[in-house]
Every structure is written in C-alpha cells, then in structure tokens.
C-alpha cells in the first residue's frame, strides 16, 4: 500500500483541493487528510470533495479540537459520506495564546473514541461499512531487547488495524523496531505504515528534522542532498530507493508520503521506486 498526504493548508476552495487529488489519484491507494493548521479547510468537506472524484481519503480525527459528541457526529457524517478509513489520535497541544482564543478539548481520549467505533461495527444494526479501518500513530525508537509493545497492544486491541509512523530516513531503525513488532506477533493484528518524503532540499531536510515530531533524518542524507547537483532529483531519487528498501522489511505493509516540496514529487517517487505496478 502506498499513501500520500494532501496539503489541506495549500487547498482554500474546491479546485485546488482537487487539483491535487487528481496529481497523487494515478500513483496512490489513497490520500490522507491531516489537518495540520488550524486555518484549513476540514478534513470531511476534503473528504467529501476527493470522494467525488474516485480517491479514498482517510480522515485524521483528533481530540484536540471536539468534544466526544462532535467527533461521534463528524465520524457518522464521515462514513455516511462514504468514507472508510479513519486516524484517531489526540492532537499536538496547542500554546495558550489570548491572541488565538483557542482551547484545548481532550474530552475524550484516542483509545476511547477507537473503542466506540469498534462498538459501532461490531453492532448488527450499525450502518458502517464491516471492514472500517482505524488507523492509530506511533514513534520509531531503538527498543531493548525485552520490550512488550504494550501501548500498540492496546490500540489494537481498542480497534486499530493500521499503525502510521512519523517520517523516517534511517530503515536501520526501522529494520530494528520492526524485528520486535514481527516477534510480537502484532503484524498478525495490525497493518504497520511508514513514512517518508522526497525533500526538494538540504534546508527541509533540517528543518524536517528539527521541528516535525519523531522525524528522523540522518546526517548522511543531508549530506546527500547538499552534494546534488539538482537537489529535487536527488530528493525523488532517495525517497525512491528507501520505498524499494521498505518493501523488503518483515512486517512493514506499506508507506505513506509527506509532501515538502512540490507535490509533483510524490507520483515521480513513486513510479521510481518501481513499487507499485
């Protein structure tokens, strides 16, 4: 499975959304709607938009911004909409600010809310399509050798079916975190996504390494990406070869990619790697 992610902050009306559902809809399995600013278009008109158009969107929910009633009500309008894939985690925390006036939520957490999706399939009378899937998020770290995935065991076992991870350039602890996911025998329960981007630059690189939670980005290909002669190609090039590496690591089901650059980047990176048929 190959995923992408749409820049809700670059789509202020209906064609430019569209316009870049109909760049990634050639290269992709679907599409996910973070929302990401907090002066975006929502993730189901997004949804509702980009379902019309033959993508399939997986919308981020969060605890962050709704109260437990308004995320039962945006869940409900989302897969009567047709929408079949969901992300449910608790948000970053947004700074208290007088300028903003904005609160956080947290009325409800993220194995709470998965919990009552579960129920709801699980309910004879309920409308939602069987095979909803529940996508939760998780870091990539170096475990010691007696660690029990405990907080992905309970989001399993609340109704997640797919995992997605944070950007990450170095596959050695990709490789090393996964050998403990596969030992686990969670990979018999769970889908488990990675995360990478071609980056059009050096600069991003850093910058993606600095300030974007979890991300990993190896000195090396910084490096690489200051040698290159045409950073963009470059940037495609190894987002490329780590989708083929990917593909060869035991319990990974597939990757999902940031855009940083021009989002023309993602398809090109795609039909690289030679992935995807």
């Excluded at 969060?62 to 869940?75: G, P, S, V, Y």
């Excluded at 030992?183 to 996504?193: D, E, G, P």
């Excluded at 600069?203 to 993606?208: A, D, E, H, I, L």
């Excluded at 690289?272 to 048929?277: D, I, L, Q, W």
Aim: with cysteine.
């Amino acid at each position: 499975m190959v995923t992408a992610q749409v820049n809700l902050a670059e789509a202020p009306d209906a064609e430019s959304l569209l316009r870049q559902g109909e760049i990634l809809r050639p290269a992709i399995d679907a599409v996910h709607l973070a929302e990401t600013r907090q002066e975006c278009m929502s993730g189901i008109a997004a949804a509702a938009l980009l379902l019309q158009q033959g993508v399939d969107p997986i919308l981020h929910m969060n605890c962050r911004d709704r109260n437990r009633i308004a995320m039962q009500r945006d869940f409900i309008g989302a897969a009567a909409l047709g929408v079949t894939s969901v992300m449910v985690m608790r948000g970053k925390r947004i700074a208290k600010s007088k300028e903003l006036g904005v609160h956080n939520v947290f009325d409800t957490t993220a194995l709470q809310f998965m919990t009552y999706i579960q129920n709801l399939n699980q309910d004879e009378d309920s409308s939602i399509v069987s095979d909803f899937r529940v996508g939760a998020n998780a870091e990539l770290f170096a475990p010691d050798a007696d660690w029990t995935p405990e907080n992905l065991i309970r989001k399993c076992d609340a109704g997640a079916n797919f995992v997605q991870f944070p950007i990450c350039f170095d596959l050695d602890i990709t490789r090393n975190y996964m050998s403990h996911i596969v030992a686990s025998k969670l990979t018999h329960r769970v889908n488990f996504i990675m995360a990478l981007s071609p980056l059009p630059s050096a600069n991003m690189g850093r910058w993606v390494r600095d300030n974007v939670k979890g991300a990993k980005v190896p000195e090396r290909v910084i490096k690489r990406m200051e040698r290159a002669s045409d950073p963009e190609s470059e940037g495609i090039e190894i987002c490329a070869e780590l989708l083929r590496e990917l593909s060869t690591i035991p319990g990974v089901s597939g990757a999902n990619l940031v855009p940083m650059g021009k989002l023309e980047m993602i398809p090109a990176a795609i039909e690289a790697s030679g992935v995807r048929p």
